[in-house]
């Protein structure tokens, strides 16, 4: 039985607030944690995750194998694992046999995954790719049945294999829960999506293993999305079942016979939406909340089928927004609440006292908790974006279970300017999000201890110090500029406007010491919507707000003029037409620089290097379906266009080679290669056949072999080998 309700209707959750200053040293693991760390993301060394040399990256040349004759690209996924999981399962009859669920934030279509070794790697299930993934049960006989955007399916050949079953109900099946008689696993309960209001059959239920449905939809009071259901072990007659709106409102309605009639048990409980229901017998379980509006519920507790309530929750819990709850199989006492945006609480006594994040699960947007089938100490978990996490000790430790998923949506990647094997990745859900980082070249990731809200950039400063620019929302943590210090904890610095989210801001750019930074996006809310550009002379001490634009607008990416001293920027904007700016006073004054540009300037994304001083080059949309290349030689003050073909997410310079540049490209090869400035380009692609959608690009800027990094929709990637340097060699590394 589950107890999540649909992330797509319901939004995620957040912590209320986070410390400005968050420890990011591992915390000392309880006994009997057998190593297990949560904040190690995933050993990253598998089926080709990283690249082929076992050294490091600054480590001693092997011997060249072969020169370079202008061959493609070779990629490699370099990772990290991760992916939207929403449910995930154990098999009763193999516990080696389990199965995870992802729903992509986005709605971009998930994925079922199997693993046949208790969760250690995973593999995609071919007959249920690109398909969301809402809930997994099996029934006491192995048999698996799984809640996805096109109905119910079920599986009884361990998950290889899969069935669908029409529910009957018309075109709109996107089921969001399903619970299994635990006394006739014939019979089977799902919950619908009410498709923005033109699915009025909400709840259905099967009497022969999914066969047939019948419509079982409590009288609500209006259109809602069933969000779970649960059923009484000990008395199947009694069923309760959650149902909540899409901008918010909910009720909770209880069947003491099966369905035929239902009574409305929403009296006592919060009005905002609820996600999880339990029944064990003597105790209804209710928890939800949602970080849109505000809209926090916790957990509570009716010993009468809902006709009164108490709350479980206290003052301890830094956020009332629960997605699951599990009991103990074994005792009744302890329970399990995931919280979105703050990981597990626990409570051993009945939920009158409580254990906050629990196994350092404190980093997880957790959506789903669950035992394994009789077990006290295997628990599983479903998170945003970082995938599975599971305990083998009852959840006083929670490590990443998560290899072979590779969905994690990247929305940044740099690296280091002063150690090669430092990489930083950024990414982010609905109202969640976090920095990875990696130290020895992409073999491991770590999750960084920021607060959890969403990032839209990460850089590395002059200095090599790393930088992470959120985006809110302020209602977790401030929205601004994130550094992370010596001791590895995070401070915000700003710029802040005021206690609301009142900065939009997506790009983050170094002068020539890391004193110097300079941020784009837009104001926000209370603020207005003009775009923005800010300066801090003083490493984010103070800041100045330098440029305040058009309405509507917003500051995309900044870049300095190589070899001009820090005095001439570009910035690129995006809106209704886009276009860009040009500073020519180190950022103190900017002005718009169209001579040239076309009048639709979409997406633009801007790069310069030291071997062609004074240039910078621009790609964009200049229509809805074709991107281009632009190139200024007079530091911004003129464009020339070059390259026209497919939309264009980002372009990278190479740091040694005139005229030789990289574009990320959302059509046909996600990467392109020229080698005269923009001109033309050719294929640079080869390895990038599982790569998710592109979003940026980044070289190496440690001298050496440039190897280029790509962030994707599906994680990040590299090249192994440059045809642009002079010599190649067999694992990528001079």
């Known amino acids: 039985m589950t107890q999540r309700s649909l992330s797509l209707t319901l939004g995620f959750c957040a912590a209320l607030a986070a410390p400005l200053t968050i420890a990011a040293t591992p915390q000392p693991l309880p006994a009997g944690a057998a190593g297990f760390d949560a904040r190690h993301v995933e050993r990253g060394d598998y089926a080709?995750?990283?690249?082929?040399?076992?050294?490091?990256?600054?480590?001693?040349?092997?011997?060249?194998?072969?020169?370079?004759?202008?061959?493609?690209?070779?990629?490699?996924?370099?990772?990290?694992?991760?992916?939207?999981?929403?449910?995930?399962?154990?098999?009763?009859?193999?516990?080696?046999?389990?199965?995870?669920?992802?729903?992509?934030?986005?709605?971009?279509?998930?994925?079922?995954?199997?693993?046949?070794?208790?969760?250690?790697?995973?593999?995609?299930?071919?007959?249920?790719?690109?398909?969301?993934?809402?809930?997994?049960?099996?029934?006491?006989?192995?048999?698996?049945?799984?809640?996805?955007?096109?109905?119910?399916?079920?599986?009884?050949?361990?998950?290889?294999?899969?069935?669908?079953?029409?529910?009957?109900?018309?075109?709109?099946?996107?089921?969001?829960?399903?619970?299994?008689?635990?006394?006739?696993?014939?019979?089977?309960?799902?919950?619908?999506?009410?498709?923005?209001?033109?699915?009025?059959?909400?709840?259905?239920?099967?009497?022969?293993?999914?066969?047939?449905?019948?419509?079982?939809?409590?009288?609500?009071?209006?259109?809602?999305?069933?969000?779970?259901?649960?059923?009484?072990?000990?008395?199947?007659?009694?069923?309760?079942?959650?149902?909540?709106?899409?901008?918010?409102?909910?009720?909770?309605?209880?069947?003491?016979?099966?369905?035929?009639?239902?009574?409305?048990?929403?009296?006592?409980?919060?009005?905002?939406?609820?996600?999880?229901?339990?029944?064990?017998?003597s105790r209804l379980l209710v928890g939800g909340g949602q970080m849109f509006g505000s809209q926090f519920v916790g957990l509570y507790l009716s010993n009468d089928l809902g006709q009164n309530w108490s709350a479980l929750h206290d003052e301890s819990w830094p956020l009332l927004c629960v997605t699951d709850i599990a009991v103990d199989p074994n005792d009744p006492q302890t329970i399990l609440a995931s919280i979105d945006g703050a990981g597990i609480n626990r409570s051993t006594d009945g939920g009158n006292t409580w254990e906050i994040a629990v196994g350092g699960s404190s980093i997880l947007s957790a959506q789903s908790v669950r035992y394994a089938p009789g077990s006290s100490q295997t628990v599983l978990v479903g998170a945003a974006s970082l995938g599975v996490y599971r305990s083998t000790d009852g959840g006083d430790a929670f490590a990443a279970s998560t290899i072979g998923i590779a969905e994690l949506a990247l929305y940044a990647v740099d690296t280091s300017p002063t150690d090669p094997n430092l990489i930083a990745v950024a990414f982010q859900g609905n109202n969640n999000g976090g920095v990875l980082s990696s130290s020895n070249g992409g073999i491991d990731w770590t999750a960084e201890s920021v607060p959890p809200t969403r990032y839209s950039s990460v850089r590395f400063a002059p200095d090599g110090t790393l930088y992470a620019l959120s985006a809110g929302p302020s209602s977790v943590a401030p929205e601004g500029l994130y550094r992370r210090n010596g001791d590895g904890s995070w401070t915000s610095l700003g710029p802040d406007q005021g206690t609301l989210f009142e900065s939009d801001l997506i790009t983050i750019r170094f002068g020539t010491t890391a004193s110097t930074i300079y941020l784009g996006g837009a104001d926000f809310g209370?603020?207005?919507?003009?775009?923005?550009?800010?300066?801090?002379?003083?490493?984010?001490?103070?800041?100045?707000?330098?440029?305040?634009?058009?309405?509507?607008?917003?500051?995309?990416?900044?870049?300095?003029?190589?070899?001009?001293?820090?005095?001439?920027?570009?910035?690129?904007?995006?809106?209704?037409?886009?276009?860009?700016?040009?500073?020519?006073?180190?950022?103190?004054?900017?002005?718009?620089?169209?001579?040239?540009?076309?009048?639709?300037?979409?997406?633009?994304?801007?790069?310069?290097?030291?071997?062609?001083?004074?240039?910078?080059?621009?790609?964009?949309?200049?229509?809805?379906?074709?991107?281009?290349?632009?190139?200024?030689?007079?530091?911004?003050?003129?464009?020339?266009?070059?390259?026209?073909?497919?939309?264009?997410?980002?372009?990278?310079?190479?740091?040694?080679?005139?005229?030789?540049?990289?574009?990320?490209?959302?059509?046909?090869?996600?990467?392109?290669?020229?080698?005269?400035?923009?001109?033309?380009?050719?294929?640079?692609?080869?390895?990038?056949?599982?790569a998710g959608a592109p979003v940026e690009l980044a070289l190496s800027k440690t001298g050496g072999l440039p190897l280029l990094y790509l962030a994707t929709s599906r994680g990040s990637f590299v090249t192994l080998r440059d045809p642009s340097s002079e010599t190649l060699f067999a694992d990528g590394f001079d």
């Not at 990629?75 to 992802?102: H, Q």
């Not at 229509?623 to 290349?629: D, L, Q």
């Open 48 to 281: 080709g995750r990283r690249p082929l040399a076992a050294s490091r990256l600054g480590e001693a040349a092997p011997a060249a194998a072969g020169r370079g004759t202008g061959m493609p690209a070779a990629w490699a996924a370099l990772g990290p694992y991760g992916g939207d999981v929403t449910s995930v399962a154990v098999s009763p009859v193999d516990a080696a046999l389990v199965l995870a669920g992802t729903a992509p934030a986005n709605g971009g279509g998930g994925t079922l995954y199997r693993s046949v070794d208790g969760a250690a790697n995973w593999t995609a299930v071919p007959a249920m790719t690109f398909r969301s993934i809402f809930d997994i049960e099996f029934t006491p006989s192995g048999t698996a049945y799984a809640a996805t955007d096109g109905g119910v399916w079920s599986s009884s050949d361990q998950g290889v294999n899969w069935t669908q079953h029409n529910l009957g109900i018309g075109t709109a099946q996107l089921v969001t829960d399903l619970t299994i008689d635990p006394t006739n696993p014939s019979v089977i309960w799902a919950g619908v999506d009410d498709a923005f209001g033109s699915q009025p059959i909400n709840l259905v239920r099967s009497t022969d293993g999914g066969l047939t449905w019948s419509n079982v939809t409590p009288p609500r009071s209006t259109a809602m999305s069933a969000t779970a259901v649960a059923v009484d072990p000990t008395n199947s007659q009694n069923v309760a079942a959650t149902f909540a709106g899409w901008i918010g409102g909910t009720e909770l309605w209880v069947s003491t016979n099966g369905g035929t009639t239902w009574t409305n048990r929403s009296a006592g409980l919060p009005s905002n939406p609820l996600r999880a229901v339990v029944l064990d017998g």
């Open 526 to 690: 209370v603020a207005g919507s003009e775009r923005t550009v800010w300066r801090s002379v003083d490493g984010g001490t103070t800041w100045a707000k330098t440029h305040e634009g058009t309405d509507g607008d917003k500051v995309a990416d900044i870049e300095s003029v190589a070899g001009r001293g820090g005095q001439y920027l570009v910035a690129t904007y995006d809106g209704p037409a886009g276009g860009a700016l040009r500073s020519s006073d180190g950022g103190l004054s900017w002005t718009e620089t169209r001579n040239g540009l076309p009048d639709f300037a979409r997406f633009g994304r801007l790069c310069s290097t030291a071997a062609t001083p004074g240039t910078m080059y621009m790609s964009m949309w200049d229509s809805w379906g074709t991107g281009a290349i632009y190139r200024s030689t007079n530091d911004g003050a003129s464009w020339t266009r070059g390259w026209t073909g497919g939309n264009l997410s980002d372009v990278a310079c190479h740091p040694h080679e005139p005229g030789v540049l990289y574009a990320a490209q959302q059509s046909a090869d996600a990467v392109i290669r020229s080698t005269d400035g923009g001109t033309s380009f050719t294929p640079f692609a080869t390895g990038l056949g599982a």
